[in-house]
């Protein structure tokens, strides 16, 4: 085992930061073992740097990150400061000076992936970020690495773990958004401002940085369609187990029938209770792979919190300090199937949508004219009436999500129809 150390700086000690650091010193001996060097921590940036960090020593700290990625002698940068910047310019320098990267960074790689491989590869350095989706499950690596000789079709996972708790807890309780929400924030599942989470901005992040490694092309965060949960309702709970489902917010990367584009995006969907995300609780984060020659794979596990988040930056290092010590790079950037990316209105799927009408003959057959007219196919219709109104139930066959959206449109131009009272997607069948 070679005796002088790989050199780490630690970008960010908080909730991931911290962690990593204490298990880079409480297993030194095994990682060494296990890359056949030792690593050193050689520094760790900070923003306050007064503040007591249990287990670091206070001279390794600073507040200046750029001094530190600029040392020269680093030869591992492990970003987990998070936000745009300083984080990306700090990688980009870190890449100049001649270190690797390892990054938990999600919202800077969906962004900007494309940008940050190519200094990479510009500088023959590594960058790795497993831990920037789903924490601690091992995804990244085995879409990149273990499924590179199979084709994969589809990504339909659950990804951010502050929404499942909150969904969870109004399916199991009957329990209103709000509360739920509250709840979470209690907890200490939701952060103080949840818009991140709740609008589904965490989980498209996550979605662009799987459709683009698991179909080979680059997908940004703007190319991903992103609808929050907000608006789901104790109602739209009812409605979904009356039809043997409950409700996910799911993150769903597919590649199209004909193969030539693909799609992505975050929504809430009904789900069947039968198909293996719906059991996924709490605060837990599980995707389902659909591959050609894997048929279908499913990873679960927490997909946040400082110790498991903590594994995956670990794990990346251990690979990343490997490849140094071996003078090679794991693999980069795979985008040379450049699959362009379809808008929501080319998704197929199925729908739920409720509808609030007047209770008197014929009604039916005019929303059923609607459907059929625009081209959407009905599978179920559930009619409820009493004092002169009623609400009409209508389950859709597989149709494009612009076919519905025209449905919708002439629907609620009809006299006869108050109101739609919600869409929702079913998915997992
Ligand atoms: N938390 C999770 O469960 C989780 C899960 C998956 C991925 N991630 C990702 O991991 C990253 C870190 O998340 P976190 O939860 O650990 O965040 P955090 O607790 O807020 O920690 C951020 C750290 O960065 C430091 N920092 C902020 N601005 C800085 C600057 N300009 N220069 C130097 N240091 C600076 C902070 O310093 P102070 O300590 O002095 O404030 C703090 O130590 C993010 O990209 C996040 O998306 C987090």
């Not at 502050?162 to 399916?171: A, E, V, Y």
Request: hydrophobic share 45%; charged share 20%; net charge negative.
């Amino acid at each position: 085992m070679r005796t002088r150390p790989l050199k780490v700086a630690l970008l960010g000690c908080g909730v991931v930061g911290s962690e990593v650091a204490r298990i880079m010193t409480t297993h030194a001996d095994d990682l060494a073992a296990r890359i056949g060097a030792p690593v050193e921590l050689a520094g760790v940036a900070v923003r306050r740097p007064s503040k007591v960090r249990e287990g670091i020593d206070p001279s390794l700290v600073t507040t200046d990150a750029t001094a530190l990625v600029k040392r020269g002698d680093i030869d591992v940068v492990v970003e987990v400061i998070g936000g745009i910047e300083p984080a990306r310019t700090l990688i980009t320098t870190a890449f100049e000076y001649g270190a690797s990267v390892v990054s938990a960074n999600k919202a800077l790689l969906a962004q900007d992936g494309a940008a940050l491989h190519a200094a990479a590869e510009d500088h023959d350095a590594d960058l790795y970020y497993e831990a920037a989706v789903a924490g601690a499950i091992p995804l990244i690596r085995p879409l990149r690495e273990s499924l590179a000789g199979d084709k994969v079709n589809r990504v339909l996972g659950i990804v951010n773990g502050t929404t499942n708790f909150i969904l969870d807890k109004m399916d199991t309780t009957g329990a209103g958004y709000q509360e739920a929400l509250d709840e979470a924030t209690a907890l200490g599942y939701a952060e103080a401002d949840p818009t991140a989470d709740v609008e589904g901005f965490d989980a498209a992040a996550k979605a662009a940085i799987l459709a683009g490694i698991a179909f080979h092309s680059r997908v940004r965060l703007d190319d991903v369609y992103r609808e929050g949960m907000t608006e789901v309702t104790a109602a739209d709970f009812a409605s979904a187990k009356e039809m043997g489902c409950t409700i996910k917010l799911l993150a769903i990367c597919e590649r199209a029938e004909d193969g030539e584009s693909v799609t992505a995006r975050v929504h809430p969907a009904m789900i069947p209770l039968t198909h293996p995300l719906a059991s996924v609780r709490g605060a837990y984060n599980a995707v389902f792979v659909e591959s050609d020659a894997s048929g279908q794979l499913m990873f679960y596990g927490p997909g946040a919190g400082g110790s498991p988040t903590a594994s995956a930056v670990l794990g990346d290092l251990v690979a990343v300090c490997r490849n140094r010590l071996n003078g090679a790079t794991g693999p980069g950037e795979s985008a040379y199937a450049a699959l362009p990316v379809s808008g929501m209105g080319e998704v197929v799927t199925r729908y739920h949508i409720s509808l609030d009408v007047a209770d008197k003959p014929g009604v039916l057959a005019q929303v059923a004219t609607v459907f059929a007219e625009h081209g959407v196919s009905i599978d179920t219709v559930r009619q409820q009436g009493k004092d002169g109104e009623a609400s009409l139930v209508v389950v859709t066959h597989r149709a494009s999500d612009a076919a519905l959206g025209g449905t919708v449109e002439a629907l609620r131009k009809l006299d006869t129809v108050r109101g739609v009272a919600s869409i929702m997607r079913v998915e997992g069948e």
